[in-house]
C-alpha cells in the first residue's frame, strides 16, 4: 500500500512539468510537436501569438497575415536558430532585429511585401547560413551592404522580385556563398549592368540553373534578351565611357598634384627666406649688443 501512495505522489509532482510542454505552455491555435519547436502557420495569425515559448528554437509562422517583427524579438527568443515568416505581410524588417550575436541559422522572409533591403539590415549576424527574400513582389532597392558582415552565409534568395539591377558589392562581399538565386527579376542591362553580368559570368555555378531562363529588359527599347545570348562584348560601350571617366580623373588629379607642389614649394621658399630673414635679424642685434 505503502509504495504505492509514494508512486501517486511522485506523479503528482512530475506531471505539472511534463505538462509544460506538453500543450500548456504552447500558443493557443499552435502545435508543439517537441520541446523546442512551435509551429503556428497558416492559423490566420495578423500578429506574433502571444506567449511563445522563451527557449523556443525553431518557430515556424508561415501563411499568416503578420505585418511586423518588433526589432528586439531575437534579444527575447535568443535560442531561436530557424524562424519561418515565409508569405506573411512584412514591409520591412526593423534595422537592429538581427545582430553579431543572434544564433539565427535559417530566415525565411519570402511571399511579404518587403520593398528595400537597407544597409546592415542583418545586423552582421555571423550564425546565418540560409536566407530567403524571394518572392517580394515590390522588392527594388537592395543596398549594396545589405548583407554586411554575414560571414557564414551560403544561400541566398533573391528571386522574383522587382530588381532591375544590383550593386555587385551585395554578392561579392559574403565570402561563404555557394547558391544566389536572382531569376524573375525585371534586369535592365545598362552600364550599371555591366559589373553584375561580369560577376555571373565568373560564379555562375552559384546560381542553381546558370544564367539559363535570366532575362535583362535592352536600355534602349525594353526588348528582353536571355542573358546566355550577352557576353562582355555587349558592354563593351559602357568599358568605353569608363576609361573616359578615368581618363579625366588621371587628368584632374594630375592637375591637382601639381597644383599641389607648386603650393607647397612656394610655401618652403617662403618660409626658408622668413627664416633667413630672421637670422640675420638676429645675428645683426647680436653684433649690435657686442658693440
Ligand atoms: C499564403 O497564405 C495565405 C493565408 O494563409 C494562404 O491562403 C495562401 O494560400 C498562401 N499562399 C501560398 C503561396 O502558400
Ligand atoms: C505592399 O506594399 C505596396 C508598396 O509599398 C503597397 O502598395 C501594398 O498595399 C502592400 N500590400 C500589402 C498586401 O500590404
Redesign the pocket.
Given at each position: 500500500m505503502l509504495p504505492c501512495v509514494c508512486w501517486l505522489q511522485l506523479l503528482l509532482v512530475l506531471l505539472p512539468c511534463a505538462s509544460v510542454h506538453g500543450g500548456e505552455n504552447c500558443p493557443a491555435s499552435c502545435l508543439c510537436p517537441d520541446p523546442h519547436t512551435v509551429d503556428c502557420s497558416?492559423r490566420?495569425l495578423t500578429r506574433l501569438p502571444d506567449a511563445i515559448p522563451l527557449d523556443v528554437r525553431r518557430l515556424l509562422l508561415?501563411?499568416?497575415?503578420i505585418p511586423r517583427i518588433p526589432a528586439d524579438f531575437l534579444v527575447l527568443y535568443s535560442d531561436l536558430v530557424y524562424l519561418d515568416l515565409?508569405?506573411n505581410s512584412l514591409s520591412r524588417i526593423e534595422p537592429g532585429t538581427l545582430s553579431p550575436s543572434s544564433r539565427l541559422v535559417f530566415l525565411d522572409l519570402g511571399?511579404n511585401n518587403l520593398t528595400e533591403i537597407p544597409k546592415g539590415t542583418f545586423g552582421e549576424s555571423r550564425s546565418l547560413i540560409k536566407l530567403r527574400l524571394g518572392n517580394n513582389p515590390h522588392l527594388s532597392r537592395v543596398n549594396e551592404d545589405a548583407f554586411l558582415g554575414l560571414t557564414s552565409l551560403r544561400e541566398l534568395e533573391l528571386e522574383r522580385n522587382a530588381l532591375s539591377g544590383l550593386k555587385v558589392g551585395a554578392l561579392s562581399q559574403l565570402p561563404s556563398l555557394r547558391v544566389v538565386r536572382l531569376e524573375g527579376n525585371p534586369w535592365i542591362c545598362n552600364c550599371n549592368f555591366a559589373n553584375l553580368f561580369a560577376w555571373l559570368m565568373a560564379n555562375r555555378h552559384k546560381l542553381p540553373n546558370g544564367v539559363e531562363g535570366m532575362e535583362c529588359s535592352l536600355p534602349t527599347d525594353g526588348r528582353r534578351v536571355a542573358l546566355s545570348q550577352l557576353s562582355q562584348d555587349s558592354f563593351r560601350e559602357c568599358q568605353a565611357s569608363l576609361t573616359l571617366t578615368d581618363f579625366l580623373i588621371i587628368i584632374f588629379s594630375g592637375i591637382s598634384v601639381s597644383v599641389a607642389a607648386i603650393m607647397a614649394s612656394f610655401f618652403l621658399a617662403s618660409t626658408v627666406h622668413c627664416f633667413q630673414r630672421w637670422s640675420k635679424g638676429v645675428k645683426g642685434d647680436e653684433e649690435e649688443n657686442e658693440e
Open positions: 497558416g490566420g508561415s501563411d499568416n497575415w515565409r508569405n511571399s
